[in-house]
């Protein structure tokens, strides 16, 4: 059994960077051919999906999101974390972590493995 945990909630003020770091165990990030993603759900909205990173170290990301927002690994502690760049109050929500069986099933949110969540709130 797969199992994903994001690190703790955070309270960010405006154009601050702050990385959130999912951690993998049951399974290893480097597992061909799979697809860590981050998704986020701002309050009242759906899922919207941020980025990817595959098994290989590929990224892939959102084009709305991609010049504010990093992926990246580390495989000797199977995590893999989202960095947010200078932040502003629309990205308040809950940071979700899950894995993809492919990068279309990424991008049309088809994820088998899910994290909990990490609320995200960016206010002054």
């Known amino acids: 059994q797969v199992q994903l945990q994001e690190s703790c909630p955070g309270l960010l003020k405006p154009s601050q960077t702050r990385s959130y770091t999912c951690t993998v165990s049951?399974?290893?990030?480097?597992?061909?051919?799979?697809?860590w993603n981050w998704i986020r759900q701002p309050p009242w909205e759906g899922l919207v999906w941020i980025g990817a990173?595959?098994?290989?170290?590929?990224?892939y990301y959102s084009p709305s999101l991609k010049t504010r927002t990093s992926i990246s690994r580390d495989t000797s502690k199977n995590q893999f974390s989202l960095q947010l760049i200078s932040v502003t109050p629309e990205d308040t929500a809950v940071y979700h972590c899950?894995?993809?069986?492919?990068?279309?099933?990424?991008?049309?949110?088809?994820?088998?493995?899910w994290g909990q969540g990490t609320q995200v709130t960016v206010s002054s």
């Open positions: 049951g399974g290893s990030v480097t597992t061909s051919y799979y697809y």
């Open positions: 899950a894995r993809a069986s492919d990068l279309r099933a990424a991008t049309d949110e088809r994820y088998d493995y």
């Open positions: 990173i595959a098994w290989d170290g590929s990224t």
